[in-house]
């Protein structure tokens, strides 16, 4: 991907699921909020390992043209060893989950003016709420924070990503120019 100053941050939400799509180098890190105990002496849930994990990971994102004229499209989301996700995003500010047609469930996003995306999706147990933008051309964050309907705290994760990008081989870099 070549990236100009005049491209990044990504401005619309069509070029930022563009900007979205390659090969990414994840180190992810997930926590458990909703276990009150978490982390307190003397409580069974004291064990570190019980209330927060990190996990590095491969996620292949591919841009999916609109299904619908005026739409800005979509992504197909592939983690190694896990299911394939679809995200649709509708003009409105709205995105659908799953294949085209069928989806999920429904969310919200929005395109913030430092060029970050929020999506919010609710759901009988909660809202959850995932931020993510750039800070390099061919670097990610994302943050997600899920609410309970009971106003506690329930899952929270951080990722950095990292797009996996080629080098020009060496023959070609080594090739002098003609004069």
């Not at 990504?10 to 990414?24: H, N, T, V, Y």
């Not at 069974?44 to 299904?67: I, K, M, T």
């Not at 005026?70 to 294949?99: C, K, W, Y």
């Amino acid at each position: 991907m070549s990236v100009t100053p005049e491209d990044f941050p990504p401005q619309d939400i069509r070029s930022f699921l563009e900007f979205c799509a390659g090969e990414w180098l994840a180190l992810r890190s997930r926590f458990d909020l909703g276990s009150a105990q978490a982390g307190v002496a003397g409580s069974p849930h004291n064990d570190e390992e019980a209330w927060h994990d990190s996990q590095r990971g491969e996620l292949l994102v591919a841009f999916l043209e609109p299904a619908r004229a005026g739409d800005p499209g979509g992504l197909r989301i592939t983690p190694p060893g896990a299911a394939t996700q679809e995200l649709h995003f509708l003009a409105g500010g709205q995105f659908q989950r799953g294949p085209a047609g069928t989806p999920e469930a429904p969310g919200q996003w929005q395109l913030g003016p430092d060029g970050s995306l929020e999506l919010s999706l609710s759901g009988r147990e909660g809202e959850v709420r995932e931020r993510i933008w750039f800070t390099k051309p061919n670097l990610r964050l994302r943050s997600s924070v899920e609410h309970r309907r009971d106003g506690s705290p329930g899952r929270a994760s951080f990722s950095s990503e990292i797009r996996r990008v080629s080098r020009p081989s060496a023959s070609s870099a080594a090739t002098p120019s003609p004069a």
